[in-house]
């Protein structure tokens, strides 16, 4: 059987070395609470993508576009907290520190142009209580919810 590791490498070699200069959002100094944009996007891979997609954009209706909306929750009383609580974030394994990295980066990278003025970064402790109190079968009613109050709404 040939060794598939070269081919793994091949792959993430360039992630992780271009991550920084590849990110339409750039990198720290202008990612205010990404503490490491490589391992942000690299978690974002591995975590995340399979549902939301490379570009943000979803899968229908159970896993609803980023691109473009996921920074308006920030505009609504009880849409930073639902953002933290989802299912998909609340409950990933990751620690709160590398949660908090690419919840972060997932704002800007995705929506930057709809963050609040003076947004205050996601921290590790502030993700760590949010995940405490998943939403579950009642995330879909706490979105419509929150959208609902949103000017323009989201997809």
């Not at 070699?13 to 100094?29: D, I, T």
């Not at 998943?134 to 009613?141: F, K, Q, S």
């Amino acid at each position: 059987m040939k060794r598939q590791l070269p081919l793994i490498g091949a792959l993430l070699l360039p992630v992780m070395a271009g991550a920084v200069a590849a990110s339409p959002a750039g990198g720290k100094a202008d990612m205010p609470g990404v503490i490491d944009p490589a391992q942000a996007r690299l978690d974002y891979m591995l975590k995340c993508q399979g549902c939301h997609r490379p570009a943000g954009g979803g899968a229908g209706v159970s896993n609803p576009p980023m691109n473009g909306n996921v920074a308006k929750f920030l505009h609504v009383p009880g849409g930073r907290a639902f953002l933290g609580r989802v299912p998909g974030v609340a409950t990933v394994d990751l620690d709160d520190t590398r949660l908090s990295n690419v919840v972060n980066w997932t704002l800007y990278r995705f929506d930057r142009a709809n963050l609040p003025p003076g947004f205050k970064p996601y921290t590790p402790a502030e993700i760590g209580r949010l995940r405490q109190s998943p939403l579950r079968t009642e995330r879909a009613g706490v979105r419509a919810a929150l959208v609902a109050q949103m000017p323009g709404g989201v997809l």
